[in-house]
């Protein structure tokens, strides 16, 4: 069965520090890997996308890794930010032509000033 | 449009109801995804259109659920005799096809209560 876990389930960090989150899957074939960010009330955005030969990829203050071995990504946030507060989520795809991918529940990250 | 334009923003209706909501996706794009979130949860798969293909109606939760994409652009989708644990928000996503990069862009949503 197809899943994507994310941990932790929560998280509340001090602004500036910095702190990880992390993905871990059980989806194959992989087809490709997507950290997105939720703000509340807001759809989902995408922040990065890596492929099964891509190691990490890194977005402003964000950098996410992939690990295609032992099924793990992480998604580092560097020097956090009060707007960091939201929802992450991955998203690994394993049929991109039918559409298929599975969406792990996000962890919400608290940025408190 | 710029992004995806999802229609109405939130929606209060009596349990028995039913009720449409609307996706405006980007234009050009040959997929659209309609999930479901539900407070505090993940995203829920519902369905998926992609071009003239029969849809993929694999995650209706029950026959009340409905979707239409007409003219491969914008989306409906319809839920008959709304129950309370329809309450979520609905968000719609469209992608471009063939473009290597499968990123969904989505809809801020729209709310639902069934009260």
């Known amino acids: 069965k197809n899943q994507v876990e994310q941990s932790p389930q929560s998280l509340i960090i001090l602004e500036g520090k910095n702190c990880t989150l992390q993905c871990n899957y059980t989806v194959s074939p992989f087809s490709n890997l997507r950290w997105y960010k939720q703000d509340t009330g807001r759809g989902p955005v995408s922040l990065t996308i890596?492929?099964?030969?891509?190691n990490t990829k890194s977005n402003g203050r964000y950098t996410a890794t992939l690990d295609a071995d032992t099924k793990q990504s992480s998604l580092h946030i560097t020097a956090s930010q009060l707007s960091d507060s939201a929802s992450y989520i991955c998203v690994v795809s394993y049929n991109t032509n039918a559409g298929k991918s599975t969406f792990g529940d996000g962890t919400t990250l608290t940025v408190k000033p | 449009g710029a992004g995806v334009s999802q229609s109405p923003s939130n929606k209060v209706t009596e349990k028995g109801k039913d009720v449409e909501l609307r996706c405006d996706p980007i234009?050009?794009?040959?997929?659209l995804y309609w999930y479901r979130q539900s407070l505090g949860q993940g995203l829920e798969f519902l369905i998926y259109?992609?071009?003239?293909?029969?849809?993929?109606k694999s995650g209706l939760p029950s026959d009340r659920f409905s979707a239409e994409r007409t003219g491969g652009s914008v989306s409906t989708l319809t839920i008959q005799r709304t129950q309370q644990e329809d309450s979520a928000v609905y968000l719609c996503?469209?992608?471009?096809?063939?473009?290597?990069?499968?990123?969904?862009?989505f809809g801020s949503g729209t709310r639902l209560t069934v009260v």
């Open positions: 890596m492929t099964f030969s891509e």
């Open positions: 996503a469209s992608s471009a096809r063939g473009q290597g990069d499968y990123g969904y862009t």
């Open positions: 259109f992609q071009g003239n293909s029969a849809p993929d």
């Open positions: 234009s050009g794009h040959t997929a």
